[in-house]
Structures are given as C-alpha cells and as structure tokens.
C-alpha cells in the first residue's frame, strides 16, 4: 500500500449517527426544557457547576444551554460514535481528510512547536512549516528594523496587504485585536480586499509610494479579487515613482501562495516568496506565510504566541477527555441547538471591541466550511447543518438588533465573549475612568446574557410593577471568559472554534475543508465582465431577463 493510499485509509469517516438515536427516548422531554426553571430551580447551583469548563485562564459556561449535564454527555457521546477519535487523529497525522480535494488539512502542523515531536504522519509538513516561518522571521525582521530599502532606497515605512477571505480576515482580526497591547514599532500594516478597491483608493492618496512595500496575499494566486487590486497598486507605485514594473516586483513586493510558480511568473524574487502547502485550507491559513503582516505589526515573539496558543488548545483538543473537551462541547452544543432545538441563527457577540472581526471571521470559518447540505458520500443530508452565523461587539449590538433578541419572533442563539482584565497599560491618569468602562462592559454581558437566557423572569421584584413585559427568554446562550486578550488567548480561542468546526463536519456527515459553492459564481462574474467591457447586454453570459435589464441599464450609466 502507497504512503497516500494509507492515509486515506486512516481518514475514511464513519458514517454519522443521527441525534435521535442517540437521545432516544428523552428527546421530547428535553426540548422543552426551560431556563428560567434550569437556573433558578433547586438543582440550578450543582447544575451550573457540572456545565462549567475550565481551560488555561478560561472559563465557559454552558448552564445558560437548554439542556442537562447528562444531555452533554449522551452528546459527546455522538461526536464519538460519529468517529471523532479516529478522524481527528487522522487530522493531526495529514490524513486525507478533505477527501473531494484528495488533500490532508494541515492548520496544525503550522503551529506545531520544533521541540515537540510531532503526530507521526506529519513530520515532513510540520518540517515544511517550521522552514517557511523561518523564512517569514527573516524578512519581517528586516522590515521591523527599517532595513528593507525601496527602488529610490528609501526605507520601507508602510505595508499594504493585499488578500481577501481567509488571506485577509484572520491576519486583520489578530491585528486589531492587539494593536492596544502591541503597538507596531516597525511599518504601519494597511489591509485591502475589497474587490472595487475602495480601501485601496484611500491608501494610495496618503501613503508614500516610495516607502510603501506591497504583501500579495493568495493561497491560489490567481483570485481575481486580489489581483485587480495588486495590478492598480502596482500601477500606482511604477507610474508615482517612474520605475518599471520589474522593478518594483523585485524590490517593492512580497508574494505568499502556495503556488510558488505563479508568484515567479510575476517576478518577484526566491527571497521574497513565502510559500505554504496546499493542504492549508484558505480560512485556516493565519498561522501560515499568510500571517507575515501580522507579524511585521506584532513582531515575530508575540506571532509565535500567537501559534502556541493555538497549538495549547490543538493537545487540549487531542487529549481532554470528551465531556470536558472545549471544541467538541461547543461543536455539540451548536448542533443540538441548530438540529434539535430547530435554532436556525447563532450570534457571537464579543464585549471587548478589539474583537470587532470576529463575528466576520468566524462567518468564513464555519458558514464556508459546514454550509452544506451534501455529505462526504455525495448523498444530500437530511438534518440541518451549519446555523447562520453573525454577530457585531455586544455593546453596540445592544443599540442595534438586541431588540430583536429579546422581543422578535426568531429564535436566536449566541457566544458571549468576554474579557476580565484590560488597560494594564493605560497611562496612570486613565486608569480610573477607563477600569469604570471595563466593569460597566462586564456587566452589561452578563445582563444581555442573563435576560437571553430568563426573559421576562429576570425582571427584579422591586421593578416588577414598572416594567413592561413581553422579555422572550429561553434563548440559548454560551458565556466564555478569559483573564486576558494575549496573543495565546487569541490563538487558543481561534483554534477552539477551527476544531468545533470539525466535529460539527463529523456530525453532520460534511468534509469542512472543500468550497465548492463558491465557484460558479466566480464564473459568471467573469463571462458578465467580458459583456460589459464588451458594451453586448446579449451574450453568452446574460440569458436572463433580469440580468438583461440590469446590463442594458449599466451599459449606458457606467
Ligand atoms: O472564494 C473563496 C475562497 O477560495 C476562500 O476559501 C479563500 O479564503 C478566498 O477565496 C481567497 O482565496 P485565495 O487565498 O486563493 O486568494
């Protein structure tokens, strides 16, 4: 047997047992469990307890979840027999375990320490990574140190990153996210996606083009995206500093890919391509070459804690057991809200504003992988897969569409996300009024969460008679907790939500790690394009009347 026909063996998926069977007789009378008499009843306290997870500074509390301690038991019970220990070994050792794409899902080797011998399987990926980080750290401390020189030998002192999906969010979301706690101290990092350049357009009127170095950010190189918006920089920086293209490929711009062949057909340097292996999904590829932004922001020391978080919470997924094992509790909870319970939407509501991206982030990570309703086998599935995920920081959400939460006619569950301590930094004569809005941000989460989860029942005796009435309730909620937003929360708290989306694929049957509904669109976007550069509202591509009407009208305001 071949080396890739024995990983394929090792990563063959059991087929998924449906939740009923595991529930079996209790399910009618679990689903109509309600909160207020689960954290208020006389076992509300030892339940409570028995709901609470603990990891590093962490702590996740289910007992706001419409369920018994002994449900999360029968569900972590159904990860099993879905095959999770089989698959998530197979996903650690670079088993195939994207099987559409023939490929293994490599996130884990990214961040595997050197010092540690890794999952056997995985040595030479492990090894693979651990070169191309090497060769990140080279340039980013060039960068950092002012010493990357461009075409007029002026020092670099801005970066664009160019990058879109998961060679955009997850760099941005880190970026922000630590920009309090890790001011840069090298280039300032821009990051670009927007496919009609507008974030671009704004950069290019007040950056230097002569000290402005451009990170072409794409797993396939060719994301059209991504592309338009490198030819226009690059125009940009030729025509603003009278240097040819050439030129300023050689010493103005950094490729990441995984296609190292593209990134020299467009010139730039051995040096200056950073590569990552295609078995790295696109929305798992922060800790990846991908990162190299981040890391001219952050610097490689916190990067790299960034990643052992990551890698702290890959061991805790490995080894914990299954009832206290933080992805596979969040991965079950989320199904046995979205499946049984019928909650078609789940929010992630971060009361900490550096976590803005995050409800972005985590739509690509888990709608892109889990929004499907065709199984590994082909066969179209017959239960509900991936909620619709959204979400905004809480504070402001509270202003916004929290009225829908309490008093609309959906269903809605949510990740409260939380951090305790913040503003260690802050100059001394903030201290005070900035540790006031930190308390009153802890405290609003914990009352959205409390009023999510009891409704008109939260209302205090001594507000009874004044206040209105009509508080839904009995919606679903998670609250997570952590000292701190360190780079290793963060990396931890990414990689707890790549692995819950893992477990969610074994139970519903999905491969995670393919796309494949993205891509017609992608196609008639390009055969619309040709039309309208063409000015012919009747080609191949527009055989629609709506479409029609809309290109007729393009044509003569565009
Ligand atoms: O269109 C979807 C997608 O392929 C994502 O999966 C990916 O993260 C994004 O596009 C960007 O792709 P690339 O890194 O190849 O430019």
Redo the contacts with the bound molecule.
């Keep these: 047997m071949s080396f890739k026909e024995e990983k394929t063996v090792t990563a063959r998926a059991a087929k998924p047992v449906m939740l009923t069977e595991v529930l079996g007789g209790e399910a009618g009378h679990l689903s109509s469990l309600c909160q207020a008499d689960l954290l208020t009843g006389s076992q509300a306290e030892a339940r409570q307890r028995r709901l609470e997870v603990s990891f590093a500074d962490w702590r996740l509390d289910l007992s706001r979840q419409r369920l018994q301690p002994e449900t999360l038991e029968h569900l972590a019970e159904w990860a099993e027999a879905c095959g999770l220990a089989e698959q998530r070994q197979a996903l650690f050792a670079a088993g195939i375990v994207n099987p559409s794409e023939g490929r293994p899902a490599l996130h884990t080797a990214l961040r595997w320490p050197q010092e540690t011998p890794p999952v056997a399987g995985s040595e030479a990926e492990v090894t693979f990574a651990a070169e191309q980080r090497w060769r990140m750290a080279v340039l980013v401390e060039r960068l950092r140190a002012g010493q990357w020189r461009g075409v007029t030998g002026q020092p670099i002192r801005h970066v664009i990153h160019i990058?879109?999906?998961?060679?955009?969010?997850g760099p941005r979301l880190v970026a922000e996210a630590l920009e309090e706690t890790h001011p840069t101290r090298g280039p300032s990092v821009h990051y670009v996606s927007t496919m009609d350049a507008s974030q671009l357009v704004v950069l290019l009127e007040r950056l230097d083009p002569a000290a402005t170095l451009l990170v072409m950010?794409?797993?396939?190189?060719?994301?059209a995206?991504?592309r338009y918006n490198l030819e226009t920089a690059l125009t940009w920086l030729s025509s603003a500093l009278g240097a040819s293209r050439e030129a300023i490929c050689r010493q103005q711009l950094i490729g990441v890919?995984?296609r190292p062949e593209k990134m020299a057909a467009l010139g730039i340097p051995e040096a200056h391509r950073l590569t990552f292996a295609e078995g790295v999904?696109?929305?798992f590829?922060l800790w990846s070459t991908?990162g190299i932004s981040l890391a001219v922001q952050i610097g490689m020391p916190a990067f790299d804690e960034l990643l052992a978080g990551a890698h702290t919470m890959d061991r805790h997924f490995l080894e914990a057991p299954t009832v206290r094992n933080l992805p596979v509790l969040m991965a079950v909870v989320g199904a046995w809200n979205s499946q049984f319970l019928g909650i078609p939407s789940h929010a992630v509501l971060p009361y900490d504003g550096r976590l803005a991206s995050l409800p972005g982030y985590l739509q690509?990570l888990e709608m892109?992988s889990n929004g499907k309703s065709v199984g590994r086998d082909g066969q179209s599935v017959e239960h509900t897969t991936c909620p619709i995920l959204w979400g905004d920081v809480g504070p402001n959400g509270q202003h916004a569409f929290y009225q829908l939460l309490h008093q609309g006619s959906h269903t809605v569950s949510a990740d409260f996300i939380a951090v305790a301590r913040r503003h260690a930094q802050a100059p001394e004569a903030l201290q005070k009024t900035l540790n006031a809005q930190q308390r009153l941000t802890l405290a609003n989460c914990l009352a959205q969460a409390q009023l999510m989860a009891l409704g008109d029942d939260a209302i205090p005796a001594a507000l009874q008679a004044h206040m209105a009435r009509g508080y839904r309730g009995n919606q679903p909620c998670s609250v997570l907790v952590m000292d701190e937003l360190t780079p290793w929360n963060l990396g931890a708290l990414l990689a707890m939500y790549e692995h819950k989306v893992f477990v969610q694929s074994l139970l519903w049957g999905l491969n995670p790690f393919d796309?494949p509904g993205?891509?017609l669109g992608?196609r008639l976007a390009q055969g619309l394009e040709q039309s309208l550069a063409a000015g012919d509202a009747a080609g191949d591509w527009v055989d629609d009347a709506a479409t029609r009407a809309m290109v007729e009208h393009l044509l003569k305001h565009s």
Aim: proline residues 0%; hydrophobic residues 25%.
């Design positions: 990058g879109v999906g998961g060679s955009d969010l950010a794409s797993k396939s190189f060719t994301t995206d991504t890919s995984a999904g696109g929305r590829s991908i690509q892109e796309q993205v891509e992608k």
